[in-house]
């Protein structure tokens, strides 16, 4: 039951994230695929700032299971995984480039997971 309302609240998180992603990042004169593209490369900023890895590595790493990175994310990673995502939304509408960001947010995920395994304790 935790697991669903944590998968649930990520992806409420990623609406918010993506909508700051069309407002800021995304010309109105680019193709879809560039577009999508572009939504990939944010997706991938949270993946590396938490995991270490983007999502094709993951999946090159792993190619015996089906889904992806976030499938098999622990519940503590889920909930840093919503956070960050809220962070990045902020952070990209103050015009934060994409390698401070990540930066920031990687030092985040590692102090939050810090704090999350020792409540678990």
């Known amino acids: 039951m935790k697991w669903n309302i944590k998968r649930e609240l990520t992806k409420t998180n990623y609406k918010i994230h993506t909508e700051a992603i069309k407002r800021n990042l995304i010309p109105k004169e680019l193709t879809k695929e560039k577009i ?13 700032a938490l995991f270490g890895l983007t999502a094709s590595e993951w999946r090159k790493n792993n190619s015996n299971l089906s889904g992806n ?28 480039k994409q390698k ?16 999350l395994e020792k409540v678990d304790r």
Request: net charge negative; charged share 25%.
């Open 36 to 48: 999508n593209k572009i939504y990939a490369d944010e997706a991938d900023v949270l993946n590396v």
């Open 69 to 96: 990175i976030r499938d098999y994310a622990t519940l503590n990673e889920l909930i840093c995984l919503s956070n960050l995502e809220s962070i990045n939304s902020v952070m990209i509408d103050d015009d934060i």
């Open 100 to 115: 401070n960001r990540l930066i920031k947010l990687n030092k985040i995920a590692i102090n939050q997971l810090t704090i």
